[in-house]
């Protein structure tokens, strides 16, 4: 690697200081605390520590990144920011909106990302032309997690709609389960709207709802069907759900006492990590009525412009995470599928390969949407809007037909 070469003649001639960052490490700040994906972090510490680049851990807990983003603003504001962040759509191309993002293009030139990496993902991770963050994975929120054990037990086969999903849930309800195991914190209840509303009302309806925020569509009865739907399902969570983190309850569907949780892939790194092998002690499978669709999200390396262009050590994590090997490593453990559409994923199990297929099946297809719990339908000042409107109905703040009343409004206000 050119860039190595640069950086190990470099890495002599500089001094290091214990407490600050040293000039050839990088700060990345990060919400990879789950074992999955400190175990899926860890491969990329280890890329980097292969190649002497230091690493410097900044992660703030909290699943979806909210907590992240709002450290992320402070340390900017203080004028220190981080050397690289775990990024969403939009807060991507806000931050590259305030130029605070370097270029890559260089990088980018040379390794042929325009070639490698699919449009869906390019509309985030460049801004003006400008490459500004390295695409690490794809990872979907339409899936449903199961028991697979609980299934074979209580006869269940995989739903196929619905209605199916109901009867299924009604069967472990009834035999002392937990039908569904869900933590209540915002962005979980907005992972599982992401799903419902896809089913309820179709590809067409998502897009115009949460993509175009179109007005009608947000106050439609379509839309109060689909909160009706998470109406139901609430009914099916224990009465223990408020405030869990989302891989304690991946932990109640891998020990047998909870049937399914509705999550995004990241909950497979919790199954791999408990040792837990698809298809024979878990199952995945698309939430019934998506069968088709795909709700992405990209998590991205964004680098903080930090003086003069990018660093050498900035490059090298860039070219690291685009790294074909790197791709499947990681994305192997974190649950997610690769960035690159031009990968042999035989390597990845049966869920990692059939959300490979779905991806580029959906990315060809016109069946890909950007998720909207996760950033990739609309900024965040809107989607933090939505997330209220939809945990308060959860919670039963509000009915149906308010929420979506709500929903509109939050819109017309942040819009
Ligand atoms: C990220 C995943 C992460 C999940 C839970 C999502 O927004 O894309 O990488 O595992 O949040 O923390």
């Known amino acids: 690697m050119t860039i190595m070469k640069t950086l190990k003649l470099t890495a002599c001639a500089i001094s290091l200081t214990a407490t600050a960052v040293a000039a050839e490490d990088v700060e990345v700040l990060h919400w990879w605390t789950s074992g999955g994906e400190a175990a899926a972090l860890n491969v990329l510490k280890d890329d980097l520590a292969g190649n002497d680049i230091g690493w410097q851990d900044m992660p703030v807990a909290g699943g979806g990144g909210g907590s992240a983003m709002t450290v992320l603003r402070a340390r900017v504001t203080s004028g220190n920011a981080p050397t690289a962040v ?44 400008k490459w500004v963050s390295a695409p690490v994975n794809v990872h979907s929120t339409n899936w449903v997690w199961a028991n697979k054990a609980l299934m074979d037990e209580l006869g269940i086969e995989q739903p196929q709609t619905w209605e199916d999903m109901i009867a299924a849930m009604d069967k472990a309800k009834e035999a002392g389960k937990v039908a569904l195991a869900h933590g209540g ?31 009608e569509v947000l106050g439609s009865d379509t839309m109060k069907e689909a909160f009706d739907r998470m109406a139901t399902l609430r009914g099916y969570v224990d009465d223990n759900f408020s405030g869990r983190d989302w891989n304690l309850a991946t932990a109640m569907v891998i020990n047998g006492d909870a049937l399914f949780q509705l999550m995004g892939d ?5 199954f791999l990590n408990a040792d837990k092998v698809p298809g024979e002690d878990f ?5 019934p009525g998506t069968q088709e669709q795909v709700t992405f999200n990209s998590d991205q390396f964004a680098m903080f ?9 900035q490059a090298y994590l860039a070219e690291a995470i685009l790294s074909p090997t790197f791709q499947i490593a ?8 690769p960035a690159r559409t031009d990968l042999d994923a035989s390597e ?4 990692g390969q059939q959300g490979y297929e779905d991806f580029k099946a959906a990315s060809a297809s016109g069946n890909l949407y950007g998720s909207m719990a996760h950033g990739h339908a609309n900024p965040a000042a809107i989607k933090n809007a939505m997330y209220d409107v939809i945990t ?16 509109v409004t939050a819109v017309q206000i942040n819009k």
């Open 330 to 337: 990681f994305n192997k453990v974190k649950g997610s599928v």
């Open 392 to 407: 308060a109905h959860f919670n039963g703040e509000y009915d149906s037909a308010t929420a979506v009343e709500e929903l």
């Open 185 to 215: 914190q915002a962005w979980q209840d907005a992972t599982i709207f992401d799903a419902v509303a896809m089913a309820t009302g179709g590809p067409e309806f998502y897009k115009a709802a949460f993509v175009d925020l179109d007005e």
């Open 348 to 351: 990845l199990d049966a869920c």
């Open 305 to 313: 412009s930090q003086g003069e262009g990018v660093s050498d050590e």
């Open 283 to 287: 199952a995945c499978f698309r939430f």
């Open 86 to 129: 775990q990024m969403l759509g939009f807060d991507i191309t806000d931050w590259a909106k305030e130029g605070a993002l370097a270029d890559l293009n260089a990088l980018a030139g040379e390794q042929n990302w325009d070639d490698v990496i699919p449009a869906a993902l390019q509309t985030f991770a460049k801004h003006d032309g």
């Open 266 to 270: 990241w909950a497979k790194g919790e």
